[in-house]
């Protein structure tokens, strides 16, 4: 339940990154623009104001995408779509590298803090209060829109950005499963707490959102299930990846490309037993890059 290019149009491309837009965003644009035009005297600024979310939103998953691009990642989608957006970002499998990718986000928010309150001061010294109260009413929605968008991404409920900043800390001492499970964990506690708010405040909109994430956390503990069996698995030290250095676990992992059977390439030196098909490359189950038998025997490297 991620919105992905399907049912959405490409809004342009900035630095290689293509920003997309999803049909949906228009339905909950023309509701949630109706519900600010009240607080302005000209219906504008309510549009404007909307427009503005989506700037804040739109810099926020620009500041993950460049980030994770600067040690490595690969990031070239963002789509907008009525949670907010999604940058579709792949940091190298490292805390660090993943640290800063996810923390870059809500960075800008806070960037943007100073901008904005520097802006109302202004306003208030200018006296633009008198000459328009709409401005001012903008510059005080825009203001809370960042703030709030800052304290809510910052929760720690996985995948918001505060439970993978939460994750990529705990990756350190507990290592890329554990964290990954310990950090769903909590996000399922913090999932549940915000439905118990959606029905406090009766917020149809954050029960959404509290579903959405709580279906999002489940699935990534299912993925901290799937990694935890993997590290757990039997290893032969003899070979690691060249990519990720991890070493291959011995049983039947890999399939024949030729006749499509299981079997070990690292038992039979990637000599398919069923058909004979010889490969010339081993794809590392850990990270999923392919790379010859030989560039996996650590035996026959220089140290
Ligand atoms: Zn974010
Ligand atoms: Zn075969
Ligand atoms: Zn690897």
């Known amino acids: ?16 990154i293509d920003v997309h837009l ?8 023309l509701y949630s623009i109706s519900t600010r035009i009240p607080n302005y005297a000209s219906p504008v600024w309510g549009v404007l104001e909307y427009l503005a979310l989506f700037l804040i939103v739109l810099m ?28 579709y970002v792949n940091p190298p499998p490292r805390p660090g590298a993943t640290l800063w990718s996810i923390a870059a986000g809500p960075l800008v928010n806070v960037v943007l803090l100073p901008v ?16 328009s109260q709409d401005l001012h009413a903008f510059i005080r929605a825009v203001l809370i829109i960042d703030v709030s968008l800052l304290v809510f991404n910052l929760l720690p409920i996985y995948p918001l950005d505060g439970g993978q900043i939460l994750r990529s800390l705990l990756w350190y001492p507990l290592g890329k499963a554990r964290s990954l499970m310990a950090a769903t964990l909590i996000g399922f506690v913090g999932g549940v707490a915000l439905i118990g708010v959606a029905m406090w405040e009766t917020s149809l ?18 993925v901290a299930r799937v990694l935890r069996r993997m ?19 011995i049983g039947n992992y890999w399939r024949c490309r030729q006749c499509g059977q299981a079997f070990d390439m690292f038992a039979t030196a990637a000599v398919c037993p069923h058909c004979g098909a010889s490969h010339e490359t081993v794809t590392c189950p850990d990270c999923g890059n392919a790379k010859s038998l ?3 025997d650590v035996t026959l490297r220089d140290v």
């Open 1 to 16: 339940m991620m919105p992905t290019r399907q049912g959405s149009f490409r809004l342009f491309r900035l630095w290689g």
């Open 22 to 29: 999803h049909w949906s965003w228009f339905v909950v644009a």
């Open 60 to 87: 926020h998953e620009f500041g993950h995408s460049l980030a994770s691009r600067s040690v490595g990642g690969q990031s070239d989608q963002i789509v907008l779509w009525p949670l907010g957006g999604v940058a």
């Open 116 to 131: 904005l309150f520097a802006l109302w001061y202004l306003d208030h010294l200018q006296g633009w209060r008198t000459a």
């Open 205 to 222: 909109w954050l029960g959404i959102l509290a579903v959405f994430l709580l279906s999002n956390c489940w699935r990534s503990f299912q």
């Open 231 to 249: 590290e757990q698995l039997p290893r032969r030290p003899e070979f690691a990846c060249p990519v990720c250095q991890a070493s291959p676990p």
């Open 294 to 296: 030989h560039a996996w």
